[in-house]
T-cell receptor, first 116, second 113 residues
Framework: DGGITQSPKYLFRKEGQNVTLSCEQN?????MYWYRQDPGQGLRLIYY???????QKGDIAEGYSVSREKKESFPLTVTSAQKNPTAFYLC???????????????FGAGSRLTVL | SQQGEEDPQALSIQEGENATMNCSYK?????LQWYRQNSGRGLVHLIL?????REKHSGRLRVTLDTSKKSSSLLITASRAADTASYFC?????????????FGGGTRLMVKP
């Protein structure tokens, strides 16, 4: 089955540590995204990548880093510079939109990061 | 910044009743989408309506779009307990070269059996 796999599902981190969240897709999608969701809130865009070896900052990129070395993979590193990293992280992907610009996202199941 | 804002933030109804959620946005859009999220899970795409469409149906879902008021509504008819979830609207801005979607804060729907 095609889909997006995020790992780990739960992650605990001590303050000052960097952690990397994995996101892998087998949908052959070009674009991939990372969103952050806080309790009872909507989604905020951290980083996105439209093509391999290229990525752009979203609305809340500070304290995060990404790489896109392969089409299938878009890992997110939460660095020690992120002051409030406890959150639910969602990875998504999409195929290029039609000329009218439709862009439907397929999401992974999410990774919940807790800073101890 | 949040492009879309849902209203109400929370909604509790009895099974069989209809549920209506509203979404307002600020800038011109290319399309508007609704997603569903079960607790602790990823989002699932429900329906997309383009800026030149006014109404769209999919099963028990009905979506309307009023671009003059910059608003959309999602109607779930004959609700079921399994419809309990959070519902988010998402917009793709017309001038967004990155093709990104911006999500609202969501409506938490509880359907009581």
């Amino acid at each position: 089955d095609g889909g997006i796999t995020q790992s780990p599902k739960y992650l605990f981190r001590k303050e000052g540590q960097n952690v990397t969240l994995s996101c892998e897709q087998n949908l052959n999608h070009d674009a991939m995204y990372w969103y952050r969701q806080d309790p009872g809130q909507g989604l905020r865009l951290i980083y996105y990548s439209q093509i391999v070896n290229d990525f752009q900052k979203g609305d809340i990129a500070e304290g995060y880093s990404v790489s896109r070395e392969k089409k299938e993979s878009f890992p997110l590193t939460v660095t020690s510079a992120q002051k409030n990293p406890t959150a639910f992280y969602l990875c998504a992907s999409s195929s290029p939109g039609s000329p009218s610009g439709a862009n439907v996202l397929t999401f992974g199941a999410g990774s919940r990061l807790t800073v101890l | 910044s949040q492009q879309g804002e849902e209203d109400p933030q929370a909604l509790s109804i009895q099974e069989g009743e209809n549920a209506t959620m509203n979404c307002s946005y600020k800038t011109s859009i290319n399309n508007l989408q609704w997603y569903r999220q079960n607790s602790g899970r990823g989002l699932v795409h429900l329906i997309l309506i383009r800026s030149n469409e006014r109404e769209k149906h999919s099963g028990r879902l009905r979506v309307t779009l009023d671009t003059s008021k910059k608003s959309s509504s999602l109607l779930i008819t004959a609700s079921r307990a399994a419809d309990t979830a959070s519902y988010f609207c998402a917009t793709r801005r017309n001038n967004n070269a990155g093709n990104m979607l911006t999500f609202g804060g969501g409506t938490r729907l509880m359907v009581k059996p």
